[in-house]
């Protein structure tokens, strides 16, 4: 039974790459998506979690599976900071572009 909760732990790997390779292709709308599909993953994981456990070398590589969505998530993040600059000027009235 614990297997499936790795396949939750991998599923969500899956979609930080593809979340990872959306943003450097700068395709926010399909980030914003993906983002959605793991908070739906999260969800279903955290609700598994609490009729299984994992045994001692499924929780090492699920420290692995977490250590490579941490990075992705942290380089997805770096990728999105001038966006998200650029996203505050304009709500703020500083576009940059006139219209």
Sequence with gaps: MSHTLLNYYEAI????????DAARNGNWDEVVKLEGACAVLISQLKHAAKER?????????KSRIMQRILLN???????????LDDLDKMLAGKSKTLH
Excluded at 13 to 20: C, P
Excluded at 53 to 61: D, F, G, I, S, W
Excluded at 73 to 83: F, K, N, Q, T, V
């Design 73 to 83: 998530d942290a380089e997805i993040r770096h990728l999105a900071e001038p966006w």
């Design 53 to 61: 456990t994992l045994r001692e070398e499924e929780a090492k590589l």
């Design 13 to 20: 790997e899956r979609a930080s790459a593809d979340m990872l």
